[in-house]
């Protein structure tokens, strides 16, 4: 069975400095990897993913992840942080060899963490 | 920018009565789901809709689920008999198709069973 791990409940960053949310991910081929972000009262925004290719990811509002296979990470990360990026951020996996014929893709997420980027 | 929205953004019900959450996904998509968080936990998956029909579905969707997609742009999920356990943060979310992975949230609706 596919799992996720996201071992700190909140990230606290000053504003300027880079981030790190982590991620480890357990499946039993490839992993499809996803990354969103949930503002209060908002749903689940994605905002980068990695298929196949090159291991660094770029997404949106220039936020982008590495893909470490023998480490089975996929942490998020950002050059410098903003106020605005505080959020929590959930990594999700889906194995793709658990397609089942029909074309439906679970997505497993982590329980999140709580980003914080102090002014 | 097409959204998926999702009605009510709150709903309170009594234990044993019927819920009827409602969800609009984006127009040219073509495969659904829905998901739930309890408080404090993660995000699971309940059911994924394709065609029609269920297509995978969880051990947490039990026989007092059920999903239908009644006139070709919503897409509900019903639960029969609430539980107070069914209290949940319900979250649908819809794909373009295979080859697009990544699905499109809505932003949720907050059941409270009292």
């Known amino acids: 069975a596919q799992s996720v791990a996201q071992p700190e409940d909140q990230v606290n960053v000053a504003e300027g400095n880079p981030l790190t949310v982590k991620c480890t991910y357990s499946?039993?081929?490839?992993?499809?990897l996803f990354w969103y972000v949930q503002y209060p009262n908002r749903g689940l925004q994605f905002l980068l993913k990695?298929?196949?290719?090159?291991?660094l990811v770029k997404g949106s509002y220039g936020f982008e992840a590495e893909f470490n296979k023998s480490q089975t990470s996929f942490h998020l990360k950002k050059p410098s942080a903003l106020v605005s990026d505080s959020a929590l951020y959930f990594c999700a996996v889906r194995d793709p060899d658990a397609y089942s014929g029909a074309g439906s893709y679970q997505l497993t997420f982590g329980k999140g963490t709580k980003l914080s980027v102090i002014p | 920018e097409p959204e998926v929205t999702q009605t009510p953004s709150h709903q309170v019900t009594q234990m044993g009565q019927e819920v009827i959450l409602r969800c609009v996904p984006i127009?040219?998509?073509?495969?659904f789901y829905w998901y739930r968080q309890i408080l404090g936990q993660k995000v699971e998956f309940l059911v994924s809709f394709y065609n029609n029909e269920i297509s995978e579905k969880s051990e947490i969707f039990d026989d007092q689920f059920s999903v239908e997609r009644p006139d070709g742009s919503n897409f509900t999920l019903k639960i029969r008999s609430t539980k107070l356990e069914d209290s949940a943060m319900y979250f649908c979310a819809s794909s373009a198709g295979l080859r697009s992975y990544e699905q499109y949230f809505g932003p949720g609706t907050r059941l409270t069973v009292t």
């Open positions: 499946v039993s081929g490839n992993p499809y």
């Open positions: 990695y298929i196949t290719g090159d291991n």
């Open positions: 127009s040219n998509h073509l495969y």
